[in-house]
């Protein structure tokens, strides 16, 4: 017990979650992106426009990190925003996109901690649900994170 | 033809589509929301407030509204925001939503022009894409609107 309970106090003091900072461009977080999708290279301004675009949100737009403190390195990231309704007497809907954990230390729950973390932040601001869209193979990943499948997605392409 | 073309035009005088305006409220919008899910009545103030965040968004959040001019109601909507992105060399993609025509008015293409609205929206502020989320039974409405299946979307409530 006492092993077990040094081992996850050592892993939490290891990976820290937090909300992700403009300096993580120098820890790899582009290039974990692009284990998701095409991410190229992304020029310094370009990130800090975006980052500053997106950090004028708030609490609207969110975008979390997982750093392994020993490497200095962004291993798993996520993010959410807050869509607001008119329905539901003005509700409010949080929306995760761009999940993913470094292919090289998978297997340790940092993608489930990431969903905690967003989907604890969409509740922290009153969303009355959290929605995610995710190919069929993932399904059972956000069925251990308390999801469960309602709809179907549809995209059309313009490139 | 000549009849064909003055129908629609007639049609195209009488429906017209445009983005929500304040006092869209006055013209059943609130009451049009309720056929798609739960929409109790919303105060003018709060109906206003919440106007006027999403207005501050400018072309990244809009909804669009088609107006029957006979009856002065609104009788379609829908809504589609712009997420701003890292990956794809901080790209954007448009997300539709809360999509309803009037029950008593279906059958006259309106639902195909307001997702045509939002859909050239998306793609004329820059979106590589746009997706939405919807019930299987709509999915063969979504692909006359140039959509097709990618994934499917999970969900968790909190209330």
Redesign the interface.
Same mark, same amino acid.
């Given at each position: 017990m006492g092993d077990t309970w040094e081992n996850s106090f050592t892993e939490q003091e290891r990976f820290r979650i937090r909300r992700l900072e403009i300096s993580d461009k120098k820890k790899g *977080?582009?290039e974990l &992106?692009g284990q &998701?999708?095409?991410?190229?290279s992304?020029s310094d301004k370009?990130?800090e426009?975006?980052y500053q675009? &997106?950090a004028n949100h708030g609490d609207d737009h969110v975008i979390c990190v997982i750093e392994d403190t020993h490497t200095e390195k962004i291993v798993a990231t996520g993010s959410v *925003?807050i869509?607001?309704?008119?329905?539901? $007497?003005?509700a409010k809907v949080g929306?995760i996109?761009?999940v993913v954990v470094d292919s090289a230390i998978r297997g340790m729950q940092l993608g489930k901690k990431v969903v905690g973390f967003l989907?604890d932040h969409?509740?922290s601001v009153g969303?009355?649900?959290?929605? &995610?869209?995710? $190919?069929?193979e993932n399904?059972p990943f956000?069925?251990k994170?308390?999801?469960?499948?309602?709809?179907?997605?549809?995209?059309?392409? *313009?490139?």
């Open positions: *977080f582009i &992106l &998701l999708t095409v991410c190229e992304v370009d990130f426009e975006r675009e &997106l *925003f869509e607001k309704k008119f329905i539901r $007497n003005c929306h996109e761009d989907t969409a509740c969303c009355y649900k959290v929605i &995610l869209d995710c $190919n069929t399904k956000y069925e994170c308390g999801y469960k499948q309602k709809s179907v997605q549809m995209v059309k392409y *313009f490139i």
